[in-house]
């Protein structure tokens, strides 16, 4: 017995001083101490395509209009489980690979999610019908295919490697905005436990038996839910808490509204269990205010210290799809004094800063 309890004990040592130097650890204390200075900027496929330009090298619409590259950088895996060789934005995998590699090098961070698509219907992400996610579980109909979309994942996030060949950090968000009922994995498709079970799941495939130790594990739910934790994995399963919320109705006041309702109620919570916070996906569609960035969002946000803000996308072939300044847009001057806010960081303010 006494022996046991020892043997049990000694591996709990070995394995908590494991991760404690591993590459997602090392990240976490640095976006700790990263937050201490300001909130970092993000911006969604940053470095692949913009407003009216795609696959340019060492492009980036952040960059064009304040000549420096976002301080986080968000990548986007859907389709990757498919095997295919382009994600369902069109950006090909190596390329992406790539530029999380270009990321790193800069001293700037990474943050991945992920949409696959629906593993009953096998329409997009979007479809919520079928309840796969009772279907991908142990026992499930489709529970083969998901360990085989999961070994696609691992894979990939496996090859980002640094020029040692080290494991490039990333965080991780997977089955976002749950709450919703949008997402195959949302609150139409699953139970709250179901959810948490799949969350779980992939965690621990990841970690032990891919072994990714490199893996700073986002929980994201959309804003607006009574209940952030309805969904919560625990603590053991996530390093940072977020809310993904946008402005699709050009309604300033509405969400400045709930900016602050959602950025109080992150910053309660996230101390409570000791978790980074982050605003995990934010935009104004179409950006109909010019000085969204500096008269709408900064107000809000200058009132609370968090790890990053990810500005949702530009894509070139849908316009409507546009949360960021770009060259010659009307947002560029008040994005510029956004940029210029002391504590709004860039890959420039926080390179030095490991
Ligand atoms: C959504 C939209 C889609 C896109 C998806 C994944 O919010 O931007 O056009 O395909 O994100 O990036």
Redesign the pocket.
């Known amino acids: 017995m006494h022996k046991t309890i020892l043997l049990a004990m000694t591996l709990l040592a070995f394995s908590l001083s494991a991760f404690s130097g591993s590459p997602a650890r090392k990240l976490i204390k640095r976006m700790k101490k990263l937050q201490r200075a300001g909130i970092m900027v993000g911006h969604?496929d940053d470095p692949v395509y913009g407003h009216d330009w795609k696959w340019e090298l060492g492009r980036s619409d952040v960059k064009d209009v304040v000549g420096d590259y976002p301080a986080l950088m968000g990548f986007?895996l859907?389709h990757l489980e498919q095997g295919k060789e382009k994600s369902?934005?069109q950006v090909p995998f190596p390329r992406i690979r790539e530029e999380v590699k270009r990321q790193h090098e800069r001293g700037g961070i990474i943050e991945i999610?992920w949409?696959p698509d629906n593993p009953v219907t096998g329409k997009s992400a979007w479809d919520p019908s079928g309840f796969p996610v009772r279907e991908i579980l142990a026992g499930g109909s489709q529970h083969a295919k998901f360990n085989t979309w999961l070994k696609r994942i691992a894979e990939f996030l496996s090859s980002l490697r640094d020029k040692d060949g080290k494991l490039i950090p990333v965080v991780f968000r997977p089955w976002h905005e749950m709450g919703g009922g949008w997402f195959w994995w949302g609150s139409k498709s699953c139970t709250p436990e179901e959810f948490k079970q799949l969350f779980v799941y992939t965690h621990d495939v990841f970690t032990r038996q891919y072994k990714l130790d490199n893996l700073v594990w986002g929980y994201s739910p959309n804003a607006g839910d009574e209940d952030f934790l309805k969904y919560y994995p625990g603590d053991e399963y996530v390093d940072l808490m977020g809310f993904d919320l946008y402005d699709f109705e050009a309604d300033n006041a509405k969400y400045q509204g709930n900016l602050k309702r959602e950025l109080t109620r992150l910053a309660k919570v996230g101390k409570e269990h000791k978790k980074l916070i982050a605003l995990t996906e934010t935009g104004a569609q179409q950006l109909p205010d010019e000085n969204w960035f500096s008269q709408v969002f900064w107000p809000v946000a200058r009132e609370y210290s968090f790890s990053y803000v990810l500005f949702?996308?530009n894509?070139w072939d849908?316009h409507k799809?546009t949360y960021m300044s770009y060259p010659g847009a009307p947002s560029e001057a008040d994005f510029k004094k956004f940029a210029a806010e002391k504590r709004t960081l860039f890959v420039n303010d926080i390179k030095n800063k490991k």
Do not use: C, I, K, V
Request: net charge negative; hydrophobic share 25%; aromatic share 8%.
């Open positions: 969604q986007e859907g369902l934005d999610s949409h949702w996308r894509a849908q799809e």
